[in-house]
């Protein structure tokens, strides 16, 4: 580790809410364009809502291995930026980007696997078209969001978050412009609902690419932080990348392929518990979300903690998050609760009588989400700290214990048994309050405090300097 150590950056309540807003806003902007989605194609038919959710998130669950695997580039970022070291950072960024581009392949080819995933899946046929039809143009458009993805922790992991905000809801403002063309058939476009809300993800997502690209490769950034290398493979970083960030791609991984299968458990219930679950999980993002921009910020500056050896200034983040996250997670409880019929409004479609049980349904579920809405913002904040160190290996192997045998076993039993679909939301309420004291229990044991995730010390050629001061960028 470098001599001297960098100067401790502000992580209180107020530090942090400065680092984590703008990517609380990027979040917030990816919550914006689920959100749009799920209301629009409500409005569309019952059978494209119903789709959305499943196909969506079967889709987010192959991208999430390459996703948790090259996105952990950011604690990498984060670490090379608190040991000093700007001219590790850009190369770091691009064995990401190499596993982005591989991801984005297979992913393409898993497309052809939709109409066998969702016959599986076992939902209503109607539903299993449009399920087939949103999965494969996401999956053959995968390639931008993951490689934007990775692009992004270049800024993130350095802290300077406003780069990340403005780019991400540059993207968000095109997804939901381009929905309202190409769900509805508007300003002379053909009307392709489902097809039309994936085209419109993709494209944005590559605009949001395009943009981050430019950034990147700036003559500044080349100088600084080495973004454009003589060699952008280097085959020692890629196998220390691998190493921490496969148990993260494989975590991330499951625990959604868990919550599809939840999702997936719901819909073989009936078309009304499915479309229900997608309007109550929908408005539970825009908590998530948010949520999980506040996690990042406390992973960077765990990183940055962990790099530059100031181990208070990493504890000192956590509670600043805890404490966040605990206050905004209740008051949006407190507001699923009390103002439900108004957070279900924008779903309605009007002149539907039969949309009535559907409604009454979403109402119910959202009670659930209410009552595990706290466990869920200590588990977020908790598995960032410990993972923004390289505790990467634990978060593996008890994410699969918790999601698969708290989860998806119990659910399976459940359903086999007959029992109703409440018992299942039960089961999940259970899951998520045992995650968040596990992952708390975790981080108080302080293993993270130990743990490093870049090498010690200068490598051959990297240039004289590193290691110097390198004040953090606030953008």
């Known amino acids: 580790m470098n001599s001297v150590k960098r100067p401790a950056v502000d992580a209180g309540v107020w530090g942090l809410l400065r680092l984590a807003m703008p990517l609380i806003l990027a979040s917030s902007g990816h919550a914006i364009r689920m959100l749009s989605d799920r209301i629009m194609l409500a409005h569309y038919s019952q059978d494209a809502i119903a789709a959305a959710m499943p196909a969506g998130l079967t889709c987010f669950t192959l991208m999430a291995f390459f996703i948790g695997t090259a996105g952990y580039v950011n604690t990498f970022v984060a670490q090379y930026t608190g040991a000093e070291r700007p001219a590790r950072v850009g190369l770091a960024v691009w064995q990401g980007l190499y596993l982005s581009l591989l991801g984005g392949i297979l992913i393409a080819l898993a497309g052809w696997a939709g109409p066998a995933i969702f016959a599986w899946m076992g939902h209503a046929a109607s539903v299993q078209v449009e399920q087939v039809a949103y999965f494969k143009v996401l999956c053959w458009g995968s390639a931008p969001a993951l490689m934007l993805s990775t692009l992004l922790t270049f800024w993130s992991g350095r802290g300077h978050t406003r780069t990340v905000m403005a780019i991400e809801l540059t993207g968000a403002a095109a997804n939901v412009v381009l929905n309202w063309f190409l769900i509805f058939g508007h300003g002379g476009c053909p009307r392709l609902g489902v097809v039309g809300a994936a085209l419109a993800t993709v494209i944005s997502s590559l605009i949001s690419l ?46 959604l392929a868990a919550f599809n299968l939840f999702i997936a458990l719901l819909g073989r219930v009936g078309v009304v ?64 609760l009390l ?44 598995s960032h700290a410990i993972k923004g160190a390289g505790d990467t290996r634990f978060a593996m192997i008890m994410g699969l214990a918790l999601s698969w045998g708290t989860l998806v076993l119990p659910c399976f039993v459940a359903v086999h048994l007959g029992c109703s679909v409440w018992t299942l939301w039960r089961l999940l309420v259970v899951h998520v309050m045992l995650a968040g004291v596990v992952f708390g229990l975790r981080y108080r044991a302080g293993h993270w405090s130990r743990m490093r995730v870049v090498e010690d010390g200068v490598v051959p050629g990297e240039p004289p300097g590193s290691g110097t001061a390198l004040a953090l960028d606030r953008g």
């Open 339 to 382: 103002a439900t019929d108004w957070t279900l409004a924008p779903f309605a479609r009007p002149n539907d009588p039969a949309q009535g049980a559907v409604m009454a349904t979403a109402a119910r579920a959202m009670r659930f989400i209410a009552a595990y809405l706290v466990f869920d913002a200590l588990y977020i904040i908790y």
């Open 210 to 255: 395009l943009i981050a690209a430019v950034l990147f490769l700036r003559p500044r950034e080349r100088e600084r932080f080495g973004t454009r290398p003589a060699r952008t493979f280097d085959a020692e970083l890629m196998r220390r990348l691998l190493r921490f960030g496969l148990p993260n791609g494989v975590q991330f991984m499951l625990d």
């Open 273 to 336: 518990e499915l479309e229900a679950a997608n309007m109550a999980f929908s408005l539970n993002a825009v908590t998530f979300i948010p949520l999980f921009g506040l996690g990042v910020s406390v992973s960077i500056l765990v990183g940055q903690g962990v790099g530059a050896g100031h181990l208070d200034q990493a504890r000192r983040a956590v509670r600043s998050a805890v404490i966040l996250a605990l206050v905004y997670s209740a008051a949006m409880g407190a507001l699923f």
